[in-house]
Every structure is written in C-alpha cells, then in structure tokens.
C-alpha cells in the first residue's frame, strides 16, 4: 500500500526571531535598533507576513496528506522521501539551499515578501499553494545544477554555484586544468573558483561575470552549460592568469589539485556543508546529473 504523499515545508528563522534571540526581549531589541537609528517594525512586518504565509499554506495541504516542517539550519539533517512534495516558503536563495538535498522531488516556491525577492525561484503567492500541490508532479522546469567531486568520493551538489577557495581570506593555492585541453595545468594563486549554473547567473555569478566586462554567454536554467571564473588570479614567476575565465559543456570539467594545507568547495553559500581538500587532493566540478523540478 502506497504512502500518501507528504508536503514538506521549509522554512527560515526570520531576522525578527534572531534579533529577539540575540537581545532577549522585543523591547530590548527595539530599542537596540532605535538606538541606532533604525525602527523594529520593519522587521517586525517582515516577521507577520512570513509567518502569515507559512500559516497559509500549511491550511492548504490536502487532509489526507501527511506534513512536516524543516527550518533552513536543519535541512542536512532532515531525511527527504522519495514520495515528498516539497514547498519552499521564503526567499529564492532558500530554494537553493533545499535544492543539494533532494532528489528529484517537485518543489514549489512561494514568495513571503513580493517585491523585496527576485521571485526567480519563488515563483508563486501564498493564495496559490492549493492549486499548485494539486498540480504537483505535473509541469516542471528541470533546472541544471553544478557538482564537485573529490578523489576521496566526498560531492557535493549545488544549484547556483560552487566556490573553491580557501577559508577566510587566505590566498588559495592549487593547479588548474580542464579535461579536454591535452593535459595542460596552470599553477594558480587567486580568491578562489567560482563555477555557476544559469539560475546562478541572476546572482553571484552574474556579479563576477559584470565586474569582469565578460563577453561570455551566460546559460539559461535549464541549459546543460556551466560559467567558470577565477578570482582575482595573482600573477608571479610560479603563478600564471591564463585560464581565468570559460565554459563547461554538459560532458567537460573543470579539474583542481590542491597546492594548499586545506581549501574547501562549498555551494549556494552555506559554508557549513563543504568539502575539506587538503594538499596534493583533486577535485572535479561540472554539470550534476540531477535536476531541480521547479513547478513553473
């Protein structure tokens, strides 16, 4: 007997909710905030409406659904079914976030604060979710995302980008080369690697690639195409800027030996769940297998 599906929603502590953690009381974080010139009901609004639209859709789950709710800090630790449908109700960077711990199952993003967001992810309004979870499994957009894979097997998945680069802000040290240039390598020392996928060219990536007057296409979501970029390369008589810039087709990667104690891959931000390279290790990034299914 087949399980009922189950409506994951996932959510963020909401900057309200941090500023009275931290404070202990609204009234000592309002006045923290006044004291320096700033009112608490901005956030507080913020807060409302958040809350608002959580509540909303939580009412709009079907009866005989099965629900569960994951906060944006648990998502590593939460165990995603195969029969989930999972809603995404926040920010576009919170689709990101959930997007490296599914596999393939329908999300559906509903946007807290029209306006402030991109809406680029969170495509659709609270008033919305009974439609869409009636719908869902239905269209899709397949979004492309980015992966890195150590030779130790460590991976890592992400569907905007992946940074390699040292932590804090050490110079990171390494070798790179891609796999189908005939075997060359360029000694490097930069701010790290960035390697993005077209969702990831509304944000980060996009940043870089304008800064730097690229005359590089950017890919679309669901194009099979990645966007590298190396970050401020230093040149010197054992480190070159040749290969600082390029694409990765669906079949290519992007090839990185460690020449430091340790540099680390992270992806979409969350610098908590990142790969741990040391000295002499090779990592390879490129377009994942797998697909976000964004419902459209």
């Known amino acids: 007997m087949s ?38 009901e901005e956030v507080a609004e913020r807060h409302r409406r958040a809350r608002t639209a959580l509540a909303e859709v939580t009412s709009a789950v079907p009866p005989a659904w099965r629900q569960a709710q994951v906060e944006r800090a648990d ?8 029969e989930d449908v999972v809603v995404v109700v926040g920010q576009d960077g919170l689709v990101a976030n959930a997007a ?16 402030r967001n991109p809406g680029v992810l969170v495509r659709h309004r609270p008033r919305d979710a009974a439609k869409l979870l009636a719908a869902a499994g239905g269209t899709v957009d397949e979004l492309t995302m980015v992966e890195a894979v150590a030779d130790d097997t460590q991976r890592l998945v992400a569907l905007n980008e992946i940074y390699l680069g040292a ?20 000694a490097q020392a930069s701010s790290g690697v960035l390697v993005g996928t077209g969702t990831g060219a509304t944000g980060w990536l996009r940043s870089v690639w304008q800064e730097r007057g ?14 590298w970029f190396v970050r401020e390369a230093w040149p010197s008589p054992a480190t070159g800027t040749t290969l600082v810039a390029g694409e990765l087709a669906i079949s290519a990667s992007l090839r990185v030996t460690v020449e430091s104690d340790r540099l680390i891959a992270f992806g979409d931000g969350i610098e908590s769940d990142a790969l741990q390279l040391t000295w002499g290790q090779t990592v390879r990034v490129g377009v994942c297998g797998q697909r976000l299914r964004l419902a459209g």
Request: proline share 8%.
């Open 214 to 227: 690229s005359r590089l296409p950017l890919p679309s979501p669901t194009e099979d195409r990645l966007v």
């Open 100 to 115: 490296k711990y599914l596999t393939g199952q329908p999300v559906i993003g509903i946007d807290t604060d029209p306006g």
């Open 3 to 40: 399980l009922a599906p189950r409506a994951v929603l996932v959510h963020r502590t909401s900057e309200y909710d941090e500023l009275v953690a931290r404070h202990g009381t609204h009234g000592q974080a309002a006045y923290f905030l006044a004291s320096r010139g700033r009112d608490i």
């Open 75 to 82: 998502l590593d630790r939460f165990l995603f079914a195969p």
């Open 167 to 186: 932590p804090g802000h050490q110079t990171a040290r390494y070798r790179l080369g891609l796999d189908d240039d005939g075997g060359a390598v360029e």
